[in-house]
T-cell receptor, first 112, second 111 residues
Framework: DAGVIQSPRHEVTEMGQEVTLRCKPISGHNSLFWYRQTMMRGLELLIY????????DSGMPEDRFSAKMPNASFSTLKIQPSEPRDSAVYFCASSFDTYEQYFGPGTRLTVT | QKEVEQNSGPLSVPEGAIASLNCTYSDRGSQSFFWYRQYSGKSPELIMSIYSNGDKEDGRFTAQLNKASQYVSLLIRDSQPSDSATYLCAVLLGNFNKFYFGSGTKLNVKP
């Protein structure tokens, strides 16, 4: 079975532009997580969904960030407008319930 | 106090030795514990999960959980240079379904 799929793998954009990151979880998993990783702050949980419903979005840094999960096989994380401090690696992970999570390859975002 | 704490390292061990990685957590309500390995430039990879007190062995890896003392550890026997990576401890708080990662311990295994 394919693992978690993320796209794009790399994204370079200018400050103020909208950025959309995409994730396809492992088939059969009902929980999906979005993380951000930087050297300074480590791995931070942004939001997680269970059965397509957002359960905890307390990690979303501010209103510029939004996430959706319209169905069990697709989720997006959107940043609008983007800022240089949003530069990081964004990971998507999925699991059955909230147990063992499997991570995607990540999206490296650079905002100039 | 952070929810999950790890020594950032680096921890250096010679090839063939036992590497011991430790993690402490703050919430006694924590139910589930995980160890991930992350190579530089790659995503975290699940190594082991442990849910009850005691030891759990999987090949060269042993996870140890002590809920009374609120720590979880990972032992790597017969360490290999390919084990050189950052090891992340993760904890799930049972009551709130909140998931926290430690900042990771960098392990260097010297040939």
């Amino acid at each position: 079975d394919a693992g978690v799929i993320q796209s794009p793998r790399h994204e370079v954009t200018e400050m103020g532009q909208e950025v959309t990151l995409r994730c396809k979880p492992i088939s059969g998993h009902n929980s999906l997580f979005w993380y951000r990783q930087t050297m300074m702050r480590g791995l931070e949980l942004l939001i997680y969904f269970n059965n397509n419903v957002p359960i905890d979005d307390s990690g979303m840094p501010e209103d510029r960030f939004s996430a959706k999960m319209p169905n069990a096989s697709f989720s997006t994380l959107k940043i609008q407008p983007s800022e240089p401090r949003d530069s990081a690696v964004y990971f998507c992970a999925s699991s059955f319930d909230t147990y063992e999570q499997y991570f995607g390859p990540g999206t490296r975002l650079t905002v100039t | 106090q952070k929810e999950v704490e790890q020594n950032s390292g680096p921890l250096s061990v010679p090839e063939g030795a036992i590497a011991s990685l430790n993690c402490t957590y703050s919430d006694r309500g924590s139910q589930s514990f995980f160890w991930y390995r992350q190579y530089s430039g790659k995503s975290p990879e699940l190594i082991m999960s442990i849910y009850s007190n005691g030891d759990k062995e999987d090949g060269r890896f042993t996870a140890q959980l002590n809920k009374a003392s609120q720590y979880v550890s990972l032992l790597i026997r017969d360490s290999q240079p390919s084990d050189s990576a950052t090891y992340l401890c993760a904890v799930l708080l049972g009551n709130f379904n909140k998931f926290y990662f430690g900042s990771g311990t960098k392990l260097n295994v010297k040939p």
